[in-house]
């Protein structure tokens, strides 16, 4: 079964600041992995996503990830963080195959305070 | 283009009574889904739907009923609400068939049950 950690609960970092969230993930083959954005009170926004390809994909807001295969691990980057970057973010697996298996695997989520 | 659209927003319901909360996506996709989120336990999957006329469970559907409408909507009732049931309420759909495609999510629906 496909599982997602997010080792860090919650980061704070100043502004301005680089930003590295962590995500690893358990799957069998190759997945699909997305990161998603949620600032307080609504819904999930997709900040970005690999099918396959380049393992560095970039995404909205000035954030990237990169897919490291060897290490199971997708993380976030973002080399200087915005006071408007503070939210709730959570990595999130799908399997790559076609046929009838739609479901999405999400983390717990870690959540980031930015200071001033 | 709306997206995805919830209703209620915020719904605060006695233990025992019914609801239903309706979702609506503007996206053509095929694939519709029904999560709950709760503090530190992430997105749970209760229902989806992998396309008009097709539910299957996810890995929360104890409680809760689906219903895909047509292409467009889909509804997740809750027979006799619990206040276990107490949660935020997201509705996601998604493009491309087959396989799994981006999800995009409607701003939630806040129930509380007494």
């Known amino acids: 079964a496909q599982s997602v950690t997010q080792p860090d609960i919650h980061i704070t970092v100043s502004e301005g600041a680089s930003l590295e969230l962590r995500c690893n993930y358990s799957y069998g083959a190759t997945p699909y992995l997305f990161w998603y954005v949620q600032s307080p009170g609504q819904g999930l926004q997709l900040l970005l996503k690999?099918?396959?390809?380049?393992?560095l994909v970039q995404g909205i807001k000035g954030f990237e990830a990169e897919f490291k295969r060897s290490q199971s691990s997708f993380n976030l980057r973002k080399p200087s963080v915005h006071w408007s970057d503070a939210a709730e973010y959570f990595c999130?697996?799908?399997?790559?195959?076609?046929?009838?298996?739609?479901?999405?695997?999400f983390g717990k989520g870690t959540l980031l305070t930015v200071n001033p | 283009n709306a997206g995805v659209t919830q209703t209620p927003k915020f719904q605060v319901l006695k233990t025992g009574q019914s609801m239903t909360l309706q979702c609506a996506q503007d996206m053509n996709h095929n694939s519709m889904y029904w999560y709950r989120q709760d503090p530190g336990m992430g997105l749970r999957l209760i229902y989806y739907?992998?396309?008009?006329?097709?539910?299957d469970k996810g890995e929360v559907p104890n409680g809760y009923n689906v219903s895909r409408l047509n292409k467009r909507e889909f509804s997740l009732r809750l027979e006799s609400a619990a206040p276990s049931q107490t949660s935020v309420y997201f509705c996601a759909s998604s493009e491309a068939v087959p396989g799994i495609g981006s999800q995009y999510f409607g701003p939630g629906t806040r129930l509380l049950v007494l």
């Open positions: 690999y099918f396959s390809g380049d393992t």
């Open positions: 739907s992998a396309s008009e006329g097709t539910t």
């Open positions: 999130a697996v799908g399997p790559n195959s076609g046929g009838s298996n739609y479901k999405l695997t």
